[in-house]
């Protein structure tokens, strides 16, 4: 283990080394270097940037061979096998795929990794029991979040795989994802060494501050969490650069996929975002957004510099090294603010303390737990739409957030731009939404509900079903195809691509982890990585041999459907199985037939529930969108009477408050008036607090009693014993074992939920590891403080600060 450990740190320090992936400075510090006279850094969103169009035509060429080979094995038993004759006679024929790898902590982190080594064809078993060279026929790879930390993780580890890193990962050995212990106490009972991790990233920040350049606890953020992706570079990559990227021999090969990663702007003095907001783009070349209120792209390898529309306001000097991969990772999953807005004294103070330990003279600062941009690379550029709220490209500063803040917690919107020309969108659902921690559809919504604002004007998404429905029906249990059918969604902006959703399910392992969960044994990211696996191939074909096949007509089916091919008898079963159909619960039953009109800044969209009459379902302008949304809560959502009144003459006013009876937030939410509204039968939610859920009051009551700090009950959730005796669950090794997995037999003793059935047959090396027992409940704040063993004491010297802050912003993620 340590030869080959040593040897995998040279390999990567001299890939680094050698394509000059360190800022000028050698450090955290951004430089001023030399740069042509008559540079321009910004071009307007207006297409596909040169350097990226010219890369995915050289993917394309990667990808046609893989698809091919993929699509062989996935058709293998159709009857009729003609269709691939036709698709790859020519290039243009061949289906583009992408991959959209959501959020949700290190849940996020090792589901998503799981999903993704279903599709690749370098994963032990996958080409045997999962979807192995779909990856390597993969065009984009977006990811948001939690998902951040999986594909930085990949990509600027020289694209690694997830096989490579399982095949060295352990305990307590600094391999990458070693995360026995946590960011909080890296050293564990090692005070010394966990202080000395605190005081290097405490120098990092200052190199920075003193280049001049403004920090906040967002840099504090990504630097702490980047030891465990990059562990043999010098202190986790200090220095390493995102546009290394283009000097790779696996990107300027084509070998990997695009990569991006969303942040969002926020507008200077707030403390929201919603649907407006623009999301930011960040991708090996480019730095900027579509979006009506910038439309520009910056360079990335030059944010940093002063300009004005793009240009460096000292012609021939630029700066060098501001896009460090820690940095982005901060932004990417940054959401500090929402930690501080909860208006809790409690975690206030400790972000007070944070602050004064790493920003020093900036701890007062109102931008400190936002990513700052500064200078702004947009400043003074003209591309915005015209009426568009100007902000963000006069300021003198941009400030992002985690690009999920909105609600979109699945990174849809990069890869269904028409621009990309994607066919098929894979969405990697890691959210927890329902009360045991498992996806719900929201995030699918939310991006579909987008499309019909003003922001998502130029965009197009396919038709779901309302949240009630998408959960009832049990569409958040299973693999799911939406927009099967292009003729179906013409009266959209275009035809975006058939999107294949992919949710968590508990198959071996009750992979429903509180991301408040920080630290995790091999043992126990094996398992996660496991379960994801199977989640993205149906408990390894178990329990759909043809699933294969169905996913080969889910990449085939919009290249088919322009080219008139005929359609594979076996191809209209399986979409016969996994298309959604339509059908809705009778919550949802008023958006059946859905129609939109875009104007003036306004969408209306309406919904014939009958022939003989049509609802109204509403009239959205940037005013009425939801604002805030975590994974532990949604804005208050009004649903539509079943009565076909269109005036809102109802509101109702909800007030959320912690334990202690200090409000966290105050929300008057219209509705239409009918029958039901006596009843009190619109629903709703509430948001909650981080400490407390405050839907009911009896909660709180119980709170107070136990004096600590509520905790999550994950129901559903599996609850390992430490006896052998009440969990039996086992794993065999070895590829010809027929009986991969044994549970005990007797219902009662058995510690897997309903929600966890077994695979039957062989687990695919990758999977290979004892589930034992394991932390799977959530747990709160509190108890994580008490789990990371931390003194009574809060000095400047301790991170105690830290240990509560990093906890309570896990719980979001």
């Given at each position: 283990m340590y030869l080959k450990t040593l040897?995998?740190?040279?390999?990567?320090?001299?890939?680094?080394?050698?394509?000059?992936?360190?800022?000028?400075?050698?450090?955290?510090?951004?430089?001023?270097?030399?740069?042509?006279?008559?540079?321009?850094?910004?071009?307007a969103a207006d297409g596909l940037s040169e350097a990226e169009s010219n890369w995915v035509a050289k993917r394309d060429a990667v990808t046609q061979d893989a698809l091919k080979k993929f699509l062989t094995r996935a058709t293998s038993n159709f009857s009729d096998k003609s269709i691939l004759d036709s698709l790859f006679a020519e290039s243009s024929n061949v289906p583009r795929v992408a991959i959209a790898a959501s959020g949700g902590g290190y849940r996020a982190t090792f589901g998503d990794a799981g999903m993704v080594a279903a599709m690749d064809d370098r994963t032990d078993g996958a080409n045997e029991h999962g979807l192995g060279g779909l990856l390597q026929g993969t065009t984009y790879l977006a990811a948001i979040s939690g998902g951040s930390w999986?594909?930085?993780?990949?990509?600027?580890?020289?694209?690694?795989?997830?096989?490579?890193?399982?095949?060295?990962?352990?305990?307590?050995?600094?391999?990458?994802?070693?995360?026995?212990?946590?960011?909080?106490?890296?050293g564990g009972s090692d005070t010394a060494f966990t202080n000395q991790r605190f005081e290097n990233i405490s120098s990092a920040i200052g190199e920075k501050s003193s280049a001049g350049f403004p920090t906040s606890l967002a840099d504090v953020w990504g630097l702490a969490f980047s030891y465990y992706f990059f562990p043999s570079l010098p202190e986790g990559g200090v220095g390493y650069t995102w546009s290394t990227i283009q000097e790779t021999d696996v990107f300027t090969n084509a070998e990997m996929p695009y990569l991006i990663q969303l942040g969002k702007a926020q507008l200077p003095g707030t403390v929201a975002v919603d649907f407006n907001s623009p999301t930011i783009e960040v991708t090996p070349y480019d730095f900027g957004s579509w979006e009506s209120s910038i439309k520009s792209f910056a360079d990335i390898k030059y944010l940093g510099t002063e300009v004005s529309n793009g240009s460096p306001v000292t012609p021939g000097k630029c700066v060098e090294g501001y896009d460090n991969v820690n940095f982005m990772i901060g932004t990417c999953t940054n959401l500090i603010e929402y930690v501080e807005q909860a208006n809790s004294a409690y975690y206030n103070a400790i972000i007070d303390q944070l602050a004064t330990l790493f920003l020093g003279n900036s701890s007062t600062s109102a931008d400190r737990t936002l990513a700052i941009y500064s200078p702004n690379p947009f400043k003074d550029t003209t591309n915005y739409d015209s009426g568009a709220d100007t902000t963000f490209v006069t300021d003198d500063t941009l400030r992002l957030v985690d690009g999920g803040i909105d609600g979109q917690v699945i990174p849809f919107i990069p890869v269904m731009k028409k621009e990309r020309e994607v066919d098929v969108v894979f969405a990697l659902d890691q959210t927890a939404d329902t009360p045991d921690l498992f996806p719900n559809g929201d995030s699918v919504q939310y991006t579909y509900e987008r499309q019909f604002t003003e922001a998502g004007k130029y965009d197009a998404f396919p038709y779901v079903p309302g949240i009630d429905s998408f959960v009832e029906l049990g569409l958040n249990k299973k693999p799911v195809f939406f927009g099967c059918d292009a003729s179906n969604l013409t009266d959209l902006a275009y035809v975006p691509p058939l999107m294949v959703y992919l949710p968590n399910v508990a198959h071996s392992f009750a992979s429903n982890i509180s991301t408040l969960q920080l630290s995790f044994t091999a043992e126990e990211r094996l398992s996660l990585i496991r379960n994801g696996f199977e989640s993205a191939t149906r408990g390894n074909f178990?329990?759909?041999?043809?699933?294969?096949?169905?996913?080969?007509?889910?990449?085939?089916?919009?290249?088919?459907?322009?080219?008139?091919?005929?359609?594979?008898?076996?191809?209209?079963?399986?979409?016969?199985?996994?298309?959604?159909?339509?059908?809705?619960?009778?919550?949802?039953?008023?958006?059946?037939?859905?129609?939109?009109?875009?104007?003036?800044?306004?969408?209306?969209?309406?919904?014939?529930?009958?022939p003989d009459y049509t609802t109204l379902l509403t009239t959205i302008d940037s005013g009425d969108m939801s604002t805030i949304h975590f994974e532990t809560s949604t804005t208050i959502t009004c649903h539509e009477?079943?009565?076909?009144?269109?005036?809102?003459?109802?509101?109702?006013?909800?007030?959320?408050?912690?334990?202690?009876?200090?409000?966290?937030?105050?929300?008057?939410?219209?509705?239409?008036?009918?029958?039901?509204n006596a009843n009190n039968q619109h629903k709703y939610t509430t948001i909650s607090s981080m400490t407390t859920t405050t839907e009911y009051c009896e909660e709180c009551e119980e709170a107070r009693e136990t004096s600590v700090v509520s905790t999550v009950n994950t129901a559903g959730a599996a609850e390992y014993s430490n006896s052998p005796s009440n969990n039996e669950f086992t794993t065999q090794s070895g590829e010809g074992s027929s009986n991969a997995s044994k549970i005990s037999a007797n219902p009662s003793e058995?510690?897997?939920?309903?929600?966890?059935?077994?695979?039957?047959?062989?687990?695919?090396?990758?999977?290979?590891?004892?589930?034992?027992?394991?932390?799977?409940?959530?747990?709160?704040?509190?108890?994580?403080?008490?789990?990371?063993?931390?003194?009574?004491?809060?000095?400047?010297?301790?991170?105690?600060?830290?240990?509560?802050?990093v906890g309570s912003l896990l719980s979001l993620l």
């Open positions: 040897f995998y740190s040279t390999a990567l320090l001299a890939v680094a080394q050698t394509a000059n992936a360190w800022s000028p400075t050698n450090s955290y510090a951004p430089a001023t270097v030399d740069c042509a006279e008559d540079l321009n850094i910004i071009r999986f594909t930085s993780t990949v990509v600027f580890n020289n694209w690694t795989s997830v096989q490579d890193i399982i095949n060295q990962m352990g305990d307590g050995d600094g391999s990458i994802w070693d995360i026995e212990q946590s960011a909080l106490t890296p178990t329990e759909d041999p043809d699933f294969l096949g169905c996913v080969g007509c889910a990449v085939m089916r919009r290249k088919q459907e322009k080219l008139g091919l005929d359609w594979p008898e076996e191809c209209q079963q399986c979409f016969t199985n996994y298309c959604w159909d339509g059908s809705i619960t009778a919550e949802d039953k008023n958006t059946t037939s859905l129609s939109s009109v875009v104007g003036n800044g306004t969408t209306t969209t309406t919904t014939t529930d009958a009477c079943e009565e076909n009144d269109v005036q809102p003459t109802a509101t109702f006013t909800t007030t959320t408050e912690d334990c202690d009876s200090n409000t966290l937030a105050t929300t008057t939410v219209e509705c239409e008036e009918c029958e039901e058995q510690s897997v939920s309903t929600y966890a059935q077994v695979s039957s047959v062989t687990i695919p090396k990758l999977a290979q590891a004892s589930s034992g027992s394991g932390s799977q409940s959530g747990s709160s704040a509190y108890s994580v403080l008490v789990n990371e063993n931390m003194a009574n004491k809060m000095t400047t010297g301790s991170i105690v600060g830290a240990v509560l802050l």
